[in-house]
């Protein structure tokens, strides 16, 4: 089944320390999306790409780096420089970047907790 | 610039009464995408409904639709018969498709179905 996979589902990170959360799609999408949301908040855009090679900053991007190196793939790393990470990160992929008639996919999403 | 607006950050309604969402955006770009999405607890997404700025109709699926007001530039969603499993966050979304292409969320409305 095609779809769209984050890992892991829940992550503990220690203060300083760099964490990698992974995203994988098998639909073929051009864009890719990464998001964080607080408690009770809607979803903020952190970065986006897309196409491989080529990403953008969000909202929010300080503290965080990603890459797309392949297309099925787009990585959010959370730097030490991330001040309060505490947070629900949901990634989403889309169709294609000129398509109108489209739905965004999203992950299960990864639960950061700074301990 | 791109920007979604939800101003009910709560509602309750009584099981089996119509419920409408409201939800507004700006945009310069006449070529645009709109969504609305339902997160229940478990945090994923669930994808609602989806109107293209050029669709002549409505959007309907089952008991959604969306209520398109383009010179308005409102995107309200009803939900008809409500049921107790529609109690969720509800979040409109919006996707330019000729500018950066970003698809960005307005700060959600979080629905309590009353018994």
């Known amino acids: 089944d095609g779809g769209i996979t984050q890992s892991p589902k829940y992550l503990f990170r220690k203060e300083g320390q760099n964490v990698t959360l992974s995203c994988e799609q098998n639909?073929?999408?051009?864009?890719m999306y990464w998001y964080r949301q607080d408690p009770g908040q809607g979803l903020r855009l952190i970065y986006y790409s897309q196409i491989v090679n080529d990403f953008q900053k969000g909202d929010i991007a300080e503290g965080y780096s990603v890459s797309r190196e392949k297309k099925e793939s787009f990585p959010l790393t959370v730097t030490s420089a991330q001040k309060n990470p505490t947070a629900f990160y949901l990634c989403?992929?889309?169709?294609?970047?000129?398509?109108?008639?489209?739905?965004?996919?999203f992950g299960q999403g990864t639960r950061l907790t700074v301990v | 610039a791109q920007k979604i607006t939800q101003t009910q950050p709560g509602m309750f309604v009584q099981e089996k009464e119509a419920v409408t969402l409201d939800c507004t955006y700006d945009?310069?770009?006449?070529?645009?995408?709109l969504f609305w999405y339902k997160q229940p607890s478990s945090g994923e997404m669930i994808f609602l409904i989806y109107?293209?700025?050029?669709?002549?109709q409505n959007a309907t699926e089952g008991r959604y639709s969306l209520n398109f007001q383009k010179a308005r530039k409102s995107a309200n969603l009803v939900i008809s018969a409500s049921q107790l499993g529609d109690s969720a966050m509800y979040f409109c979304a919006m996707r330019e498709i000729q500018g950066a292409q970003k698809l960005v969320f307005g700060q959600g409305t979080r629905l309590t179905i009353n018994p």
């Open positions: 945009t310069s770009d006449p070529s645009y995408g």
């Open positions: 639909l073929n999408h051009d864009a």
């Open positions: 109107q293209g700025s050029y669709d002549q």
């Open positions: 989403a992929s889309i169709i294609s970047t000129g398509a109108m008639n489209t739905e965004a996919f």
